[in-house]
């Protein structure tokens, strides 16, 4: 199982984004999806999240201004950010919780990061 993200970027204080995640490989069933963010010097914070079921929970700071959703069809999972501020400069990570095979555990998979860059 790999998850491979998206989206990435330069863009100016106020701009959008829309960062995309992929899941690929053998599996049955995605669970939970999220965005993490690590700014830097600092530690790797959850942004927001969605369960299978479509029950969102963000982070205080990104609040009406960060969206995450899903299209299990495509194995993905989004996070569409507007509104953005220098303190959203970060290396965002998608995290999925995976189960491999019915009757088997789950566990979380990671997505390989994607920079983030917002200037003031």
């Known amino acids: 199982v790999q998850l491979q993200a998206y989206g990435g970027g330069l863009v100016q204080a106020g701009g959008f984004l829309r960062l995309s995640c992929a899941a690929s490989?053998?599996?049955?069933?995605?669970?939970?999806m999220g965005w993490y963010r690590q700014p830097p010097g600092k530690e790797r914070e959850l942004v927001a999240a969605?369960?299978?079921?479509?029950?969102?929970n963000y982070a205080d700071s990104v609040e009406g201004r960060l969206t995450i959703s899903r299209v299990d069809a495509k194995n993905t999972v989004y996070l569409q950010m507007k509104s953005l501020e220098p303190e959203d400069t970060a290396v965002y990570y998608c995290?999925?919780?995976?189960?491999?095979?019915?009757?088997?555990?789950?566990?979380?998979?990671w997505g390989q990061g994607t920079l983030v860059t917002v200037s003031s």
């Open positions: 995290n999925s919780n995976i189960r491999e095979r019915w009757g088997g555990d789950r566990r979380d998979y």
């Open positions: 490989g053998t599996f049955v069933a995605i669970n939970a």
């Open positions: 969605i369960t299978r079921g479509g029950t969102k």
